[in-house]
């Protein structure tokens, strides 16, 4: 299939219910993988993201006039972190996680790049290794400095990181 228009764009409040859509239909896989306790549908309420969208700056990739993939950044001290990323199942294993990150990536002021996920999301895992990301000892450590999250979700989480080139 030919696309006529694919691109990057820093996303603004108009992409809302699109990004709104993007997060929860791409966060479906993780059903019955990460802990149930864990696991709701919608996976991010609108509530969170309108909050989240005033938190950090989400990038999207564009086809034919309409989001496939989000990824968002935010920095957080002396680190950024990289938040919800998340691409369409259809629109899955085309490169667009990787172009986003690579963009994300040439955006970034601080000297490190912090990204958590589930312990049990190994192909978000793999492809943030894949892109010169490592497992972290100090999780917790990073996960209470640097991220607003329940301990449950930091008992089963991990960060990955890299210092910024």
């Known amino acids: 299939m030919l696309y006529t228009h694919l ?3 820093e996303c603004c409040s108009a992409d ?3 990004i709104y859509f993007i997060i929860n239909e791409a966060a479906k896989c993780y059903e ?3 802990p149930p306790d864990r696991y709701h549908q919608p996976y991010m309420p609108m509530a969170e993201l309108e909050e989240e969208m005033r938190r950090m700056t989400f990038y999207g990739w564009e086809a034919d006039g309409a ?3 989000v990824m968002g950044s935010e920095t957080v001290k002396d680190v950024t972190l990289i938040r919800h990323a998340y691409v369409l199942p259809q629109w899955q294993r085309r490169g667009i996680g990787s172009k986003l990150l690579i963009h994300l990536r040439r955006l970034v002021k601080t000297d490190r790049l912090l990204v958590g996920t589930w312990a049990a999301n ?3 895992i793999s ?3 894949k892109h010169g990301f ?3 000892p100090d999780k917790d450590e990073l996960l209470m400095t640097y991220w607003s999250i329940p301990q449950r979700q930091i008992e ?3 960060v990955l990181g890299v210092e910024r080139k």
């Open 122 to 124: 190994t192909w978000a």
């Open 156 to 158: 089963t989480s991990v």
């Open 16 to 18: 809302k219910e699109r």
């Open 127 to 129: 492809f943030y290794e």
């Open 7 to 9: 691109m990057i764009r």
């Open 67 to 69: 989001l496939v993939g």
């Open 32 to 34: 019955g993988v990460i």
């Open 134 to 136: 490592k497992l972290l």
